[in-house]
């Protein structure tokens, strides 16, 4: 064919992106399905799917309908539909169901009321992957006092400010301006129009995205930082943002992982890793694999974590240029990963090297991450219990410091190298303090 005859779907692309799918696994669900529904597959392979997707071709409507049943979602939001066929769609009712579903995701409060699975269940059917962007264009695009548009930039900078802050400030009170600074985007981006409209999106998407982090790995709320995320996903979409979607999807996939769910988590990590084919930077490539090494330690599948921090190290061969907003990765960061994955490995040597060199490269503003690295060399070096103590005692004294819930958390974790010995005994009551000081602050 000579040039495409249609517009490049990219509801269609963005979808199957989600799901970690490649072209040929795309093409053999849509095969299991009609064999399941007795029919015939006549020529359909990896390229046919390719090109409905970069506009090349039309789906026929015998696999319109396969597409909606893989995917689990209706044929509008998949791109499956002519403007005619759109035409037809009852606005007001769909508009309706849309608000109802929004306020579920953004309605504030405790969680009073939130049935996050029943959101996640309406919006993408069999799918786990939660994907909310339609709801952020329910509503026409609104008048503004004196006919003024939105500033993105305005909106980002703000973003910048607050996540400068991340590595200085307390916890609470920043993860509360960001909430609401989140927030507020939810609402600028309703109506906003055109390439503001996609600016927004992705300020957006990183306002989101800072709210979970300290929700989840500062605070440890992970259903609060479950519907962060989610929002921080759907706005990428809108801003057709491939690198931001894969660092949100990365992040997501801690929550199973801490869970000790690996196959959820593998599968976010998938989805993360196929948007990197689109023009990403190594540096997100290489976190992600990080990320996916972290996974599989935690999972016990020692050769698989060690697999992802060699490739982690690859991908930063030459000199890759990251986004502004991956300021919590970089060649040093590496370090505390293979060092976790050594652990996992049963290679103590190994992990007591990669951890002192995380150690000595973490700069000032890699405080939070201090007591996870020193309560991951307390564990490296277990068989000595004075040195374990004492790499333990000085994570109590980091966490006094800069406080990180994660931190305390792996403190917790490693705790038992010291067994029922004396250092135990006084760690469990500087941990006991600590968390009671910790619930008397304001707002804890």
């Known amino acids: ?3 495409r005859r249609y517009s490049p779907n990219r509801q269609l692309a963005w979808e199957r992106l989600q799901r970690g799918w490649s072209y040929e696994e795309t093409t053999e669900r849509i095969r299991t399905e009609m064999s399941r529904a007795g029919e015939i597959d006549t020529g359909l392979n990896a390229n046919t799917v390719r090109r409905w997707e970069t506009g090349e071709r039309w789906p026929d409507p015998r696999y319109r309908k396969h597409l909606v049943a893989i995917f689990g979602k209706p044929a509008s939001d998949l791109g499956l539909l002519t403007p005619d066929e759109l035409a037809v769609r009852p606005a007001e009712e769909t508009l309706h169901e849309f608000r109802r579903l929004w306020d579920m995701l953004t309605r504030d409060g405790n969680g009073n009321g939130w049935d996050r699975a029943s959101v996640l269940r309406a919006l993408v059917g069999a799918s786990m992957l939660p994907l909310v962007a339609p709801l952020l264009s329910l509503d026409p695009p609104a008048a503004h006092a004196g006919g003024r548009t939105v500033d993105p930039d305005s909106y980002r900078q703000i973003v910048r400010c607050q996540r400068e802050l991340y590595w200085t400030s307390p916890a609470r009170p920043l993860y509360e301006a960001a909430y609401a600074h989140t927030q507020l985007g939810i609402g600028l981006l309703r109506a906003a129009t055109g390439t503001d409209r996609t600016g927004l999106a992705g300020a957006l998407a990183e306002s989101a995205l800072l709210t979970a ?3 989840f790995f500062d605070l ?4 609060v930082a479950e519907r962060c995320y989610d929002v921080a996903l759907a706005a990428t979409r809108e801003a057709g943002d491939h690198a931001l979607a894969a660092a949100v ?5 801690f929550i199973p992982a801490f869970g000790h769910d690996p196959a959820k988590a593998r599968t976010l990590t998938n989805a993360a890793l196929q948007h990197t084919w689109h023009g990403v930077s190594p540096m997100v490539r290489s976190w992600l694999h990080c990320v996916a090494s972290e996974v599989e330690g935690r999972a016990g599948a020692a050769a698989a974590s060690r697999h992802h921090i060699d490739l982690a190290a690859k991908a930063l061969d030459g000199s890759p240029v990251p986004p502004e907003w991956l300021d ?23 992990a007591a090297i990669q951890l002192d060199q995380a150690l000595a490269a973490l700069p000032g503003a890699g405080a939070k991450q201090r007591s996870v690295v020193l309560a991951d060399l307390a564990n490296a070096y277990g068989n000595d219990g004075d040195r374990a103590a004492e790499y333990l005692n000085q994570a109590v004294d980091a966490l006094h410091t800069d ?3 994660t931190g305390l958390d792996r403190v917790r974790a490693v705790r038992n190298v010291l067994g029922d010995s004396r250092n135990g005994a006084r760690l469990d009551e500087r941990v006991t303090a600590l968390t009671a000081s910790r619930a008397a602050l304001p707002g804890s």
């Open 403 to 405: 406080w990180y819930g």
């Open 328 to 350: 919590f990765y970089d060649n040093t960061r590496l370090h505390p990963f293979a060092g976790y994955a050594a652990l996992a490995d049963g290679d103590h040597g190994e």
């Open 1 to 3: 064919m000579a040039g």
């Open 220 to 223: 440890s709320q992970p259903a």
């Open 249 to 253: 999807l990365g992040h997501m996939a």
């Open 213 to 215: 982090r300290l929700a």
